[in-house]
């Protein structure tokens, strides 16, 4: 959770108050250090380390990390890889593959290793941190392809000569210009002036804030409603006769004083009886006041959900949509998900066919991801049986020649 940063008017932070800070474009966010860290210390943020506070947002906030963890699973299907090429040439070719898949994962030891393994960090690169980068890294000898090297994207700078042209800062701090022949870039939402990409959550860091915010909040309004506060109201007493005023206070001061006593040592099973002059009020929550936080944090996380490019019923956050709006959006989504899954078959075709070029084989690899399981298919066949009646009764009729009936199926060229 954020830790926010509240003044009082002398400029003091309110004691025990979360706190973020912003000052020329730096973030400081007070949280966790790490997962299950027992130690609470300040996150800094500046321009030179955005990764690692997008990576920071995706850790820490649910909400996030279920989006991020939902692209990644729709575009990530299964796979096949196709080889073009003479059989002899093809069957050298699967073997120098399978070879390339067990050695090339991400980390040593048995794990999700090969192509699929470096597509599941190239899609969740994409939606946290807005770009994913990284070079093939041969062998002593130059022949072989020994592992991939994902680049963190703080690592990357661009400058422009005829063309943008990537730069490596290493550990002194030295720019390295990168070899083209070997590195792979893709940039979500590049632009003529940002070939770097950008960040989903660039977008969402001010909602998400704000999220934050009320989720504290409301845990502070939770706890106030469960421990209802008293209120205690006493009449004032007539006076006595001859009775000056000192001693009057006294005697009325002493009333609440006796009533207070009570609710000191009250026991949960005991009673309490006053006078009809002093009237007692439980003072908490209101329902209608845990409404109105439902709605504005719905809100709130229907912005959050909207700049990762999803939509609320994909991460379980429905809020009535109809069947007719959800195909409509089921729809767009896929179409997104298959422009992103053109840039992971070209990464994973050009780690491939650098594999095969290297061992001078003859043929070419095609990476074809399986397309996601379509709920509304019956519903879309049955439209499509019913297109081609309609379109066989014209042609029948005289209305449309065979060829146009074709067109409209698009079927001219089978």
Not at 214 to 221: K, P
Not at 388 to 404: F, K, N, T
Request: aromatic share 12%.
């Amino acid at each position: 959770m954020f830790n926010f940063l509240k003044k009082r008017k002398g400029g003091k932070r309110l004691p025990g108050k979360p706190a973020v800070l912003r000052s020329a474009g730096i973030f400081r966010y007070k949280g966790w250090y790490g997962v299950n860290s027992s130690l609470r210390g300040w996150f800094t943020y500046d321009i030179n380390n955005r990764s690692s506070f997008y990576r920071y947002l995706r850790d820490s906030i649910p909400l996030i990390r279920n989006a991020v963890e939902t692209w990644v699973r729709i575009l990530n299907t299964s796979s096949r890889i196709v080889f073009t090429g003479n059989e002899y040439e093809r069957r050298k070719a699967e073997i120098v593959v399978k070879e390339l898949n067990e050695r090339i994962g991400l980390t040593r030891g048995r794990s999700r290793a090969g192509i699929e393994g470096i597509l599941n960090v190239f899609f969740r690169e994409i939606f946290t941190v807005g770009s994913f980068s990284g070079m093939i890294v041969l062998n002593k000898e130059l022949d072989r392809i020994e592992y991939f090297n994902v680049i963190d994207r703080d690592r990357i700078r661009w400058k422009r000569e005829d063309k943008w042209e990537p730069y490596y800062i290493d550990d002194d701090g030295n720019f390295i210009h990168i070899g083209k022949s070997s590195f792979f870039h893709y940039g979500y939402g590049a632009d003529a002036k940002n070939p770097g990409g950008v960040s989903p959550m660039s977008s969402i860091s001010l909602v998400n804030e704000l999220d934050q915010r009320m989720l504290y909040d409301m845990g502070l309004s939770s706890h106030n409603v469960g421990n209802p506060r008293i209120h205690i109201k006493i009449k004032a007493p007539e006076p006595f006769e001859n009775e000056d005023a000192e001693l009057y206070t006294k005697r009325a001061e002493s009333y609440f004083e006796e009533i207070m006593k009570n609710f000191e040592n009250l026991d949960v099973m005991d009673n309490i009886f006053s006078w009809d002059d002093v009237e007692i009020q439980v003072v908490g929550g209101k329902q209608s006041m845990g409404f109105t936080w439902k709605v504005n944090r719905e809100a709130l996380q229907e912005d959050i959900i909207c700049g990762m490019g999803l939509y609320p019923w994909v991460v379980g956050k429905s809020h009535g949509t109809t069947k007719n709006w959800v195909e409509a959006q089921f729809n767009l989504l896929m179409q997104e998900a298959d422009t992103l899954q053109m840039e992971g078959k070209a990464l994973a075709e050009f780690i491939l066919n650098t594999e095969l070029s290297l061992w001078g084989i003859d043929a070419k690899a095609n990476f074809e991801f399986n397309p996601n399981q379509d709920p509304y298919l019956l519903e879309k066949q049955k439209a499509k049986e019913i297109q081609v009646r309609i379109i066989d009764l014209l042609i029948r009729r005289g209305y449309i020649s065979r060829e146009e009936g074709m067109k409209k199926l698009g079927t001219e060229n089978m």
